[in-house]
């Protein structure tokens, strides 16, 4: 039963616009959430997260918005650029352990 | 550069036969876990380690697969005997963790691609 959901498979999104991707959680408990970023070949690398204390983080392109009332959480890259084309994960932590989504495969046209 | 490596990077097997992953975690890094990623699970927790304890393990067949740390530098994850159903990539990561929560962050590394015929 997969309680961290991505439903979105794959996006494609115009160089220079925003990526938005998706993701859902049933669990109640989950306090901690992350997005990493996997290129083919290579394992996930951590990009951003975000407490559940808070509704948004920011690292320069990228903003992660949580809303708990929802249990969703989105991924916002703006500009998008070619070098974010990759499949992206998103994790939420019960703070025993991750649980991941089946991520979305993000491609920016150039 | 600290990074996670592991080994090999690609394996194909028969049927039947034993295979044994490895893992180096990032020096200092005292928690270890591996992942499978299939197509339709994502990345799925098999078993993970703080101090080279065995905290979890819950998510791995018990019948085939086992998972130690035979020191703080090198994590294994062996299936025996191998079924075609495993052919997934398997991912080792380490973080820094304490008390019972797990790491805030996990270095993944490149992954084992495993192909079972």
């Known amino acids: 039963d997969q309680q961290v959901k991505q439903n979105s498979p794959s996006l494609s999104v115009q160089e220079g616009r925003i990526s938005i991707l998706n993701c859902d959680y049933t669990n109640s408990m989950f306090d901690y959430f992350l997005w990493y970023k996997k290129y083919p070949a290579e394992g996930p690398t951590f990009l951003i997260s975000i407490s559940s204390i808070k509704d948004k983080n920011e690292d320069g392109r990228f903003t992660v918005f949580l809303n708990k009332s929802a249990k969703h959480l989105s991924l916002h890259i703006v500009p998008s650029q070619p070098g974010d084309s990759a499949v992206y994960f998103c994790?939420?932590?019960?703070?025993?352990?991750?649980?991941f989504g089946t991520g979305t495969s993000l491609t920016v046209i150039p | 550069d600290a990074r996670v490596t592991q080994t090999p990077r690609h394996k194909v097997t028969e049927m039947g036969q034993e295979v044994t992953m490895r893992c180096q975690p990032i020096l200092g890094h005292n928690t270890v876990f591996w992942y499978r990623q299939t197509m339709m699970q994502g990345l799925e927790l098999l078993a993970y380690?703080?101090?080279?304890?065995?905290?979890?393990d819950s998510g791995m067949p018990k019948d085939r697969f086992s998972a130690e740390m035979p020191d703080a530098t090198l994590a294994t994850l062996k299936i025996q005997p191998s079924e075609p159903r495993d052919s997934a990539v398997y991912f080792c990561a380490s973080g820094l963790g304490s008390g019972i929560t797990s790491t805030d962050t996990q270095y993944f590394g490149p992954g084992t691609r495993l192909t079972v015929l």
């Open positions: 994790a939420a932590s019960d703070g025993y352990q991750f649980y």
């Open positions: 380690f703080r101090n080279r304890a065995p905290l979890d």
